[in-house]
């Protein structure tokens, strides 16, 4: 299957399925996806496409903290707990993400 429709799998409804994608992509990682694979950590409407971009973003070392506060301001709850684990080796490095990760402990859904 070709890398860029491994990518549209993301957006699948079967979870496994997106788990396999994730790891054919960051087994088969072309330079090429990058682009679209932030723009699905970014902006995507599913929010589990949004979390598996984010972690392949993380893997690959392309992850910018600028990324993270955008994931740290989302709506869902499974985006925001995601964004918080892979802001954790970041927090003392970065005041943004200090700052944006203390607002959130007041967050009305407690996986948050």
Same mark, same amino acid.
Do not use: N, Y
């Given at each position: ?10 957006? %699948? @409804?079967?979870?496994? /399925?997106?788990?396999?994608?994730? =790891? ?9 996806? +990058? *682009? ?27 992850? %910018? @903290?600028?990324?993270? /506060?955008?994931?740290?301001?989302? =709506? ?9 684990? +892979? *802001? ?25």
């Amino acid at each position: 299957m070709e890398p860029s429709k491994l990518v549209e799998l993301l957006r %699948s @409804d079967v979870g496994p /399925l997106r788990d396999q994608a994730q =790891r054919l992509i960051l087994q088969r990682w072309d330079k090429t996806l +990058l *682009s679209r694979v932030k723009s699905f950590a970014s902006d995507d409407a599913t929010p589990l496409a949004r979390i598996h971009a984010l972690s392949i973003l993380k893997v690959r070392g392309e992850l %910018s @903290d600028s990324m993270l /506060l955008d994931a740290l301001k989302s =709506r869902s709850a499974e985006v925001l707990f995601v964004a918080l684990r +892979l *802001s954790e080796d970041r927090l003392g490095g970065s005041a943004d993400l200090s700052e944006r990760v203390i607002e959130l402990a007041d967050h009305p859904d407690v996986s948050v």
